[in-house]
């Protein structure tokens, strides 16, 4: 295609190309990649369907012996070929085991030939052919009982804590729609987490499953201690606590916690009223005596471990020498390198109070870590945070709304309206959000949600939030499995309710969407992602399908929020484990080939195979593979609307 932009028109192919480069270059890993047709049997059947279009009038007679002709050949070579298939499946050695028929499977289906397998023989195939095209094993078997159309786009995050760290508790909450596990760094020795660490890989390498990790950094803000022997505790009205900011060599004396600032005594005065986890206990204090303070229950609940302490001064909150500390603290750091030396894919930082600090982590992180990009998710839950919210946004990789925390330092009528705020803000700058925070507090005792808690997360589903988080749900509760699949049930519900009613606003509500880059590269990805969110709306296609290096076109499709499922092509693990927190992409590792109309027609008959699409399946492919995964100058970035074949 040598203009700027071109068209082509067939019953199987239209697409709009920018130029760029006009051909894809090798990466450094140069992959195998799977056999088509040979050369042969392409040049026979090619022969006969130019013979089937004669380019002159003939006569009749003459015009319908040559389409026999040409059917008879075409025909003999399709039965030739898949004779040659069924020949390669049954020659299979035996002492390859699953693998090496594998390999045989993929190069079947790569030559056209799904037909030859037998419906009933199917999760076999799909179990096989993930060891060249790698999908989560949950999304992958929801695809195929229900379609790709009615799978879930809000992704869904689990704290792992007592109540969830077991091989086999993962596990549930794997196969539950668990699409990524948080490490709450406030809780739990670097020992403990790196078990949990290595128990998620396992779980992805030995059971198919495409689980991210989030590591959680505790923040410097005041919390309290362990509570001695117990993982909570229940603060009724009227009781007497001591908080102190003495180190005991023994146990902790009764209804006795520890606070982790030095100066809380000083900043604190008789009547203030100190709340915990962000409003989940309430207490006042009576008096002060050297570095204990006596304080009484006025509003009872669940004290929690490390739980975020503020306090208020006739109805104003109380910041102190508190809002001097530094946001990473010295634990903060140590926990960042036990992060980066893990691998983990995200890091969360804690009461972000100017843009400053993950600039500067960045650097950091980069620097320790420049073979892996971990993601940084800035916490959202301060006065400082809201003052400087798009900024902090803006050089971030996503933000938490932490709603418990926020809502102990604004009024609480104000959260809704912040949170939806937050969520909109990130999706303008195209960073994922996370909703956090109390989503199904009363599920940590009981086996239900409250029916309030159903409808506050409906409302972060309808805000269109890329995730929902559970904190003390999964970690600590009686019911984490339980839990998840109220949410799972939820935001799968409530998704199908909204793409009803929002199909007629979703051209006007993509072209609200701000530009982000002033770079034309960039902004020619920004219209080519809402033109396919645009068409895939009008044309009501069955899938996007988008290949990329880095993810970056993936995450502005996310960004347009289409109602068709989005599949994700990259050929790095690392860019696949971070697609998982974006809302709507199904993300698949695929070794890519350096011929994109190859590795397009591959997807399609591997999708085939696994009953995620099928024939006449109308998809639009999306692309930003280039020859350097570093820059975007030069590439070529196309879309192109497609009948599977």
């Known amino acids: 295609m040598a203009t700027a932009c071109g ?27 799977a056999r088509f047709p040979s050369s042969a049997s392409r040049g026979v059947v090619c022969a006969a ?16 012996s040559a389409l026999e002709i040409a059917d008879q050949v075409e025909q003999q070579a399709e039965q030739a070929e898949q004779q040659e298939q069924q020949n390669q499946l049954e020659e299979a050695p035996q002492e390859q085991g699953e ?59 689990c704290t792992v804590g007592p109540a969830s760290c077991s091989f086999k508790q993962l596990e549930a909450l794997a196969s539950g729609g668990m699409n990524v596990a948080r490490l709450n760094m406030c809780h739990g020795t670097h020992e403990w987490h790196r078990d949990v660490v290595e128990k998620v890989r396992r779980l992805n390498a030995e059971k198919g499953y495409s689980i991210a ?23 009724e009205d009227g009781d007497l606590w001591t908080f102190t900011v003495r180190q005991f060599p023994g146990p902790l004396p009764p209804q006795t916690v520890q606070l982790n600032y ?54 104003k909150l109380v910041r102190g020498r508190n809002s001097m500390l530094p946001t990473i603290s010295s634990k903060d750091w140590i926990d960042v390198d036990f992060g980066i030396s893990m691998g983990v894919d995200f890091i969360a930082i804690s009461f972000v109070k100017s843009p400053d600090v993950i600039t500067h982590l960045r650097s950091y992180i980069n620097a320790r870590s420049p073979d892996r990009y971990i993601g940084l998710i800035s916490k959202i839950e301060s006065c400082e945070s809201i003052v400087r919210l798009e900024e902090i946004i803006a050089v971030s ?58 409808a506050d997360t409906a409302e972060a589903v309808r805000q269109r939030a890329d995730a929902l988080m559970l904190s003390g749900e999964s970690a600590i509760g009686q019911f984490p499995e339980k839990a998840l699949a109220v949410l799972r049930t939820v935001a799968t519900r409530i998704e199908g309710f909204s793409r009803a009613e929002r199909s007629r606003e979703q051209e006007a509500d993509i072209a609200l969407l701000p530009e ?34 880095r993810g970056y076109m993936a995450s502005l499709l996310s960004r347009c929020r289409p109602d068709c499922p989005i599949f994700a092509f990259t050929s790095s693990q690392g860019v696949r484990q971070q697609l998982n927190l974006s809302w709507g992409l199904i993300p698949f590792r695929l070794d890519f080939s350096d ?36 820059s975007f100058d030069g590439g070529l970035q196309s879309m192109q609307i497609r009948n599977v074949p």
Do not use: W, Y
Request: net charge negative; hydrophobic share 40%; glycine share 8%.
């Open 7 to 33: 068209l082509s028109s067939s019953s199987s192919l239209r697409s709009v190309a920018f130029s760029g480069l006009r051909r894809f270059s090798r990466a450094a890993n140069a992959p195998r990649v």
């Open 49 to 64: 369907r130019r013979r089937r279009s004669p380019s002159n009038s003939r006569a009749a007679a003459e015009g319908s």
């Open 99 to 157: 693998q090496g028929q594998a390999d045989v499977i993929v190069e079947a289906v790569a030559n056209g030939g799904a037909n030859v397998f037998a419906s009933e023989d199917m999760d076999i195939h799909l179990h096989l052919l993930q060891s060249d095209m790698e999908v989560d094993a949950v999304v992958a078997a929801d695809m195929k009982e229900n379609g790709s159309r009615s799978t879930r786009r809000t992704k869904l995050i």
């Open 213 to 235: 990790i989030m590591m959680d950094t505790e923040g410097s803000e005041i919390h309290l201690g362990d509570l001695p022997g117990d993982s909570s505790v229940k603060a």
């Open 262 to 315: 030095d100066g809380f005594v000083d900043d604190i005065t008789v009547g203030d009223e100190v709340v915990a986890d962000g409003g989940m206990v309430r207490f006042q204090v009576l008096r002060k005596i050297g570095p204990d303070v006596t304080v009484r229950v006025i509003d009872p609940g669940l004290i929690l471990p490390r739980a975020n302490v503020t306090f208020f001064r006739d109805g």
């Open 397 to 454: 990789d996503g933000a938490m709304v932490a709603r418990g925390d926020l809502g102990a330092q604004i009024p609480l009528e104000e959260v809704p309206s912040v949170q939806q705020d937050i969520v909109q803000i990130c999706r303008d700058l195209n960073k994922p959000v996370i909703v956090a925070s109390q989503l199904l507090e009363s599920m940590i005792e009981f086996p239900t949600p409250t029916r309030a808690e159903v």
């Open 516 to 549: 982000l880059s002033d770079v034309l590269s960039e902004r020619i990805s920004e219209q080519i992602c809402a033109s396919a969110a645009h068409m895939a709306a009008k044309l009501q296609v069955d899938a996007i399908f988008v290949f990329t290096h």
């Open 595 to 630: 011929d994109m109309e190859s590795n397009i027609l591959r997807t399609f008959n591997l999708l085939k195979v696994g009953v995620v699409s099928q024939s006449g399946d109308l998809v639009i492919t999306v692309t930003d593979i280039i020859g350097s995964d570093s």
